[in-house]
């Protein structure tokens, strides 16, 4: 019994502190008063209103997409070749292949930011839309071939070796049996690395320039001039965007199965 009531406290104290942050944000969004505090000073929904009000968030939000969704499929292009490869033929040098596409996840996100904008957009004069791009997509790519591979790895090899011995060329194969195949690995590849690009924060701070952020930098940027509830309405509103999306990927794909 005292086991039992243990798990229970543990499970609870747990599930505090990872749902609790949530809530507090939620309660702090519904606040009716002018100031960002909790507990809230009354319920309203104003500052949900209010986020659609605000230019500089329509227009960051509209960024923030354009990257979330373009930079992840750059990443796919370059990714499910490069996870083809990898799973079908003996690629010399594979695991240094391996590590450096890895590298974006294992250098923390400040490091590859301020590396970026020291000695690849400051000495050669990229623009802050492009290397902003390039920064996504390089970020995004681990995902698309860690998922992508993965799937490759489950698909019975025999499959694509019988269309080849049929007349097959290679290109056509993989259009026609390989891909259909892993087309839930990829699809998981593409959620993932959309919701990790929309909410990219390190890199993107260092790549943003005036005229062109994205959400949370203008988030950032916001709080530093207003400190009213909207920024917790915002926040609140991604979280549930983000969460609506796992759900959907789990429940029509089964996310958990490639990841």
């Known amino acids: 019994m005292n086991s039992r009531l243990s798990t229970w406290i543990i ?16 309660a702090a969004a519904l606040s009716a008063g002018n100031n960002l505090a909790f507990p809230p000073q009354g319920l309203s929904l104003k500052w949900f209103i209010k986020v659609f009000e605000v230019e500089s968030f329509r227009a960051s939000f509209g960024v923030s997409m354009f990257l979330a969704i373009f930079g992840t499929l750059a990443a796919l292009v370059l990714g499910v070749p490069a996870a083809y490869a990898m799973t079908r033929f003996k690629v010399p040098g594979a695991e240094t292949v391996k590590l450096i596409v890895s590298s974006p996840i294992i250098v923390p996100g400040i490091i590859v930011g301020l590396a970026l904008l020291q000695y690849f957009v400051i000495p050669l004069g990229v623009g802050i839309g492009l290397a902003l791009f ?14 992508v591979s993965a799937s490759m790895e489950n698909l019975r090899v025999d499959m694509e070796e019988a269309a080849l011995m049929l007349g097959c060329t290679r290109f056509g194969a993989f259009r026609r049996i390989v891909l259909p195949n892993i087309r839930g690995g990829v699809l998981a590849a593409f959620i993932l690395g959309f919701v990790t690009s929309f909410n990219q ?3 993107s701070l260092f790549l943003s320039g005036p005229g062109l952020r994205t959400l949370p930098i203008d988030m950032i940027a916001y709080m530093e001039i207003n400190y009213d509830p909207s920024v917790a309405a915002l926040s609140a509103l991604l979280a549930f965007m983000s969460i609506g999306i796992v759900f959907a990927a789990e429940r029509f794909i089964g996310l958990s199965r490639y990841v």
């Not at 499970?11 to 939620?26: E, M, N, R, S, V």
């Not at 920064?135 to 071939?145: E, F, G, Q, R, S």
């Open 134 to 147: 390039l920064a996504h997509t390089a970020l995004i790519l681990p995902y698309a071939v860690r998922v």
């Open 201 to 203: 924060v390190p890199v």
């Open 11 to 26: 499970l609870g104290l747990t599930l505090t502190f990872l749902i609790g942050p949530f809530l507090i944000i939620i």
